[in-house]
């Protein structure tokens, strides 16, 4: 499929245990971001990709590993996942910082 | 810190209302602007995009506006319709940084 895919799209997990969340972009942008959406906080940046094997912090990366070792691709793990990281995670993606983001359809996590 | 505020948090209108919500950042040196919707339960659409030597976009009944001297931007909807509820984010980004999003407005137009 053309675009911005995300998996899973719904997952729950219990404290503790790790998950990986996917991402795979079709358009080889070069830069790739994993944000969460919580109510009362809005949309917050949790790491960022400018090309491959290139990845720096956001606003909230503690708890959470990225790595990007294909253009396309960008997963997001929780190593231990923890209550706090119940959330809406999406996934973005554009040719440069700072222009037109285009976002995935979501992965809701669920930690009990 | 970069902080985006957007008035009004939430707003309902009866159909074919024009109206316009409004975008404010901390931090006045924006350099792109973004207007996305995102309907409940799904991701951000994107709308318009407002780039550095832009001051407004349009889209059909969508036209964003960027006052760049107040770091203030609006979006303007037209003849409202139903199909325009949900809710929309503003983010905005100083040159060489990421997107900072806003809290959205939660947009409810009546039939």
Partial sequence: DAGITQSPRYKITETGRQVTLMCHQTWSHSYMFWYRQDLGHGLRLIYYSAAADITDKGEVPDGYVVSRSKTENFPLTLESATRSQTSVYFCASTWDRGKEQFFGPGTRLTVL | ?111
């Fill in chain 2, 1 to 111: 810190k970069q902080e985006v505020t957007q008035i009004p948090a939430a707003l309902s209108v009866p159909e074919g209302e024009n109206l316009v919500l409004n975008c404010s950042f901390t931090d006045s040196a924006i350099y792109n602007l973004q207007w996305f919707r995102q309907d409940p339960g799904k991701g951000l659409t994107s709308l318009l995009l407002i780039q550095s030597s832009q001051r407004e976009q349009t889209s059909g009944r969508l036209n964003a506006s960027l006052d760049k001297s107040s770091g203030r931007s609006t979006l303007y909807i037209a003849a409202s319709q139903p199909g325009d509820s949900a809710t929309y984010l503003c983010a905005g980004t100083s040159y060489g940084q990421n997107f900072v999003f806003g809290p959205g407005t939660r947009l409810s137009v009546l039939p």
